[in-house]
């Protein structure tokens, strides 16, 4: 699994968070599958994900968090051609 950054959001904030995997995915595969999770599961809201049918980008809305807390945001693929990869990142709960 890969690290890719920290970056913030403001509690009252609901904003759309995406990965592209494009780099990653290896010739002629495509996206089968995409799932998220966050760590720990506490007061930061999943309101939805999507990717879209031959699209690398895979993207979720979040929304509220505790101010102070990090938390981590992973993305799980599954391709067509069986290839299977996770990447995170954390988000940082900071009234701006």
Same mark, same amino acid.
């Given at each position: /699994? #890969?690290?890719?950054? *920290?970056? !913030?959001?403001? &509690?009252?904030s609901?904003?759309? %968070? +995406?990965?592209? $995997? @494009? &780099? $990653?995915?290896? =010739? @002629? =595969?495509?996206?089968?599958?995409?799932?998220? #999770?966050? *760590? &720990?599961?506490?007061?930061?809201?999943? =309101?939805?994900?999507?990717? =879209?049918? +031959?699209?690398?980008?895979? !993207?979720i809305?979040?929304?509220? +968090?505790?101010? @102070? /807390? !990090? %938390?981590?945001?992973?993305?799980?693929?599954?391709?067509? @051609? +069986?290839? !299977?990869?996770?990447?995170?990142?954390?988000?940082?709960?900071?009234?701006?």
């Open positions: /699994m #890969q690290h890719l950054s *920290t970056v !913030t959001k403001d &509690p009252e609901k904003l759309a %968070y +995406g990965l592209d $995997w @494009g &780099p $990653w995915l290896p =010739e @002629g =595969e495509a996206i089968q599958n995409s799932t998220w #999770q966050i *760590t &720990p599961t506490d007061e930061l809201i999943n =309101e939805g994900s999507s990717w =879209e049918n +031959g699209s690398t980008v895979c !993207t809305w979040l929304a509220a +968090g505790q101010e @102070g /807390m !990090t %938390y981590r945001v992973t993305n799980q693929i599954v391709t067509d @051609g +069986g290839s !299977t990869d996770r990447r995170s990142f954390d988000l940082r709960i900071q009234s701006h």
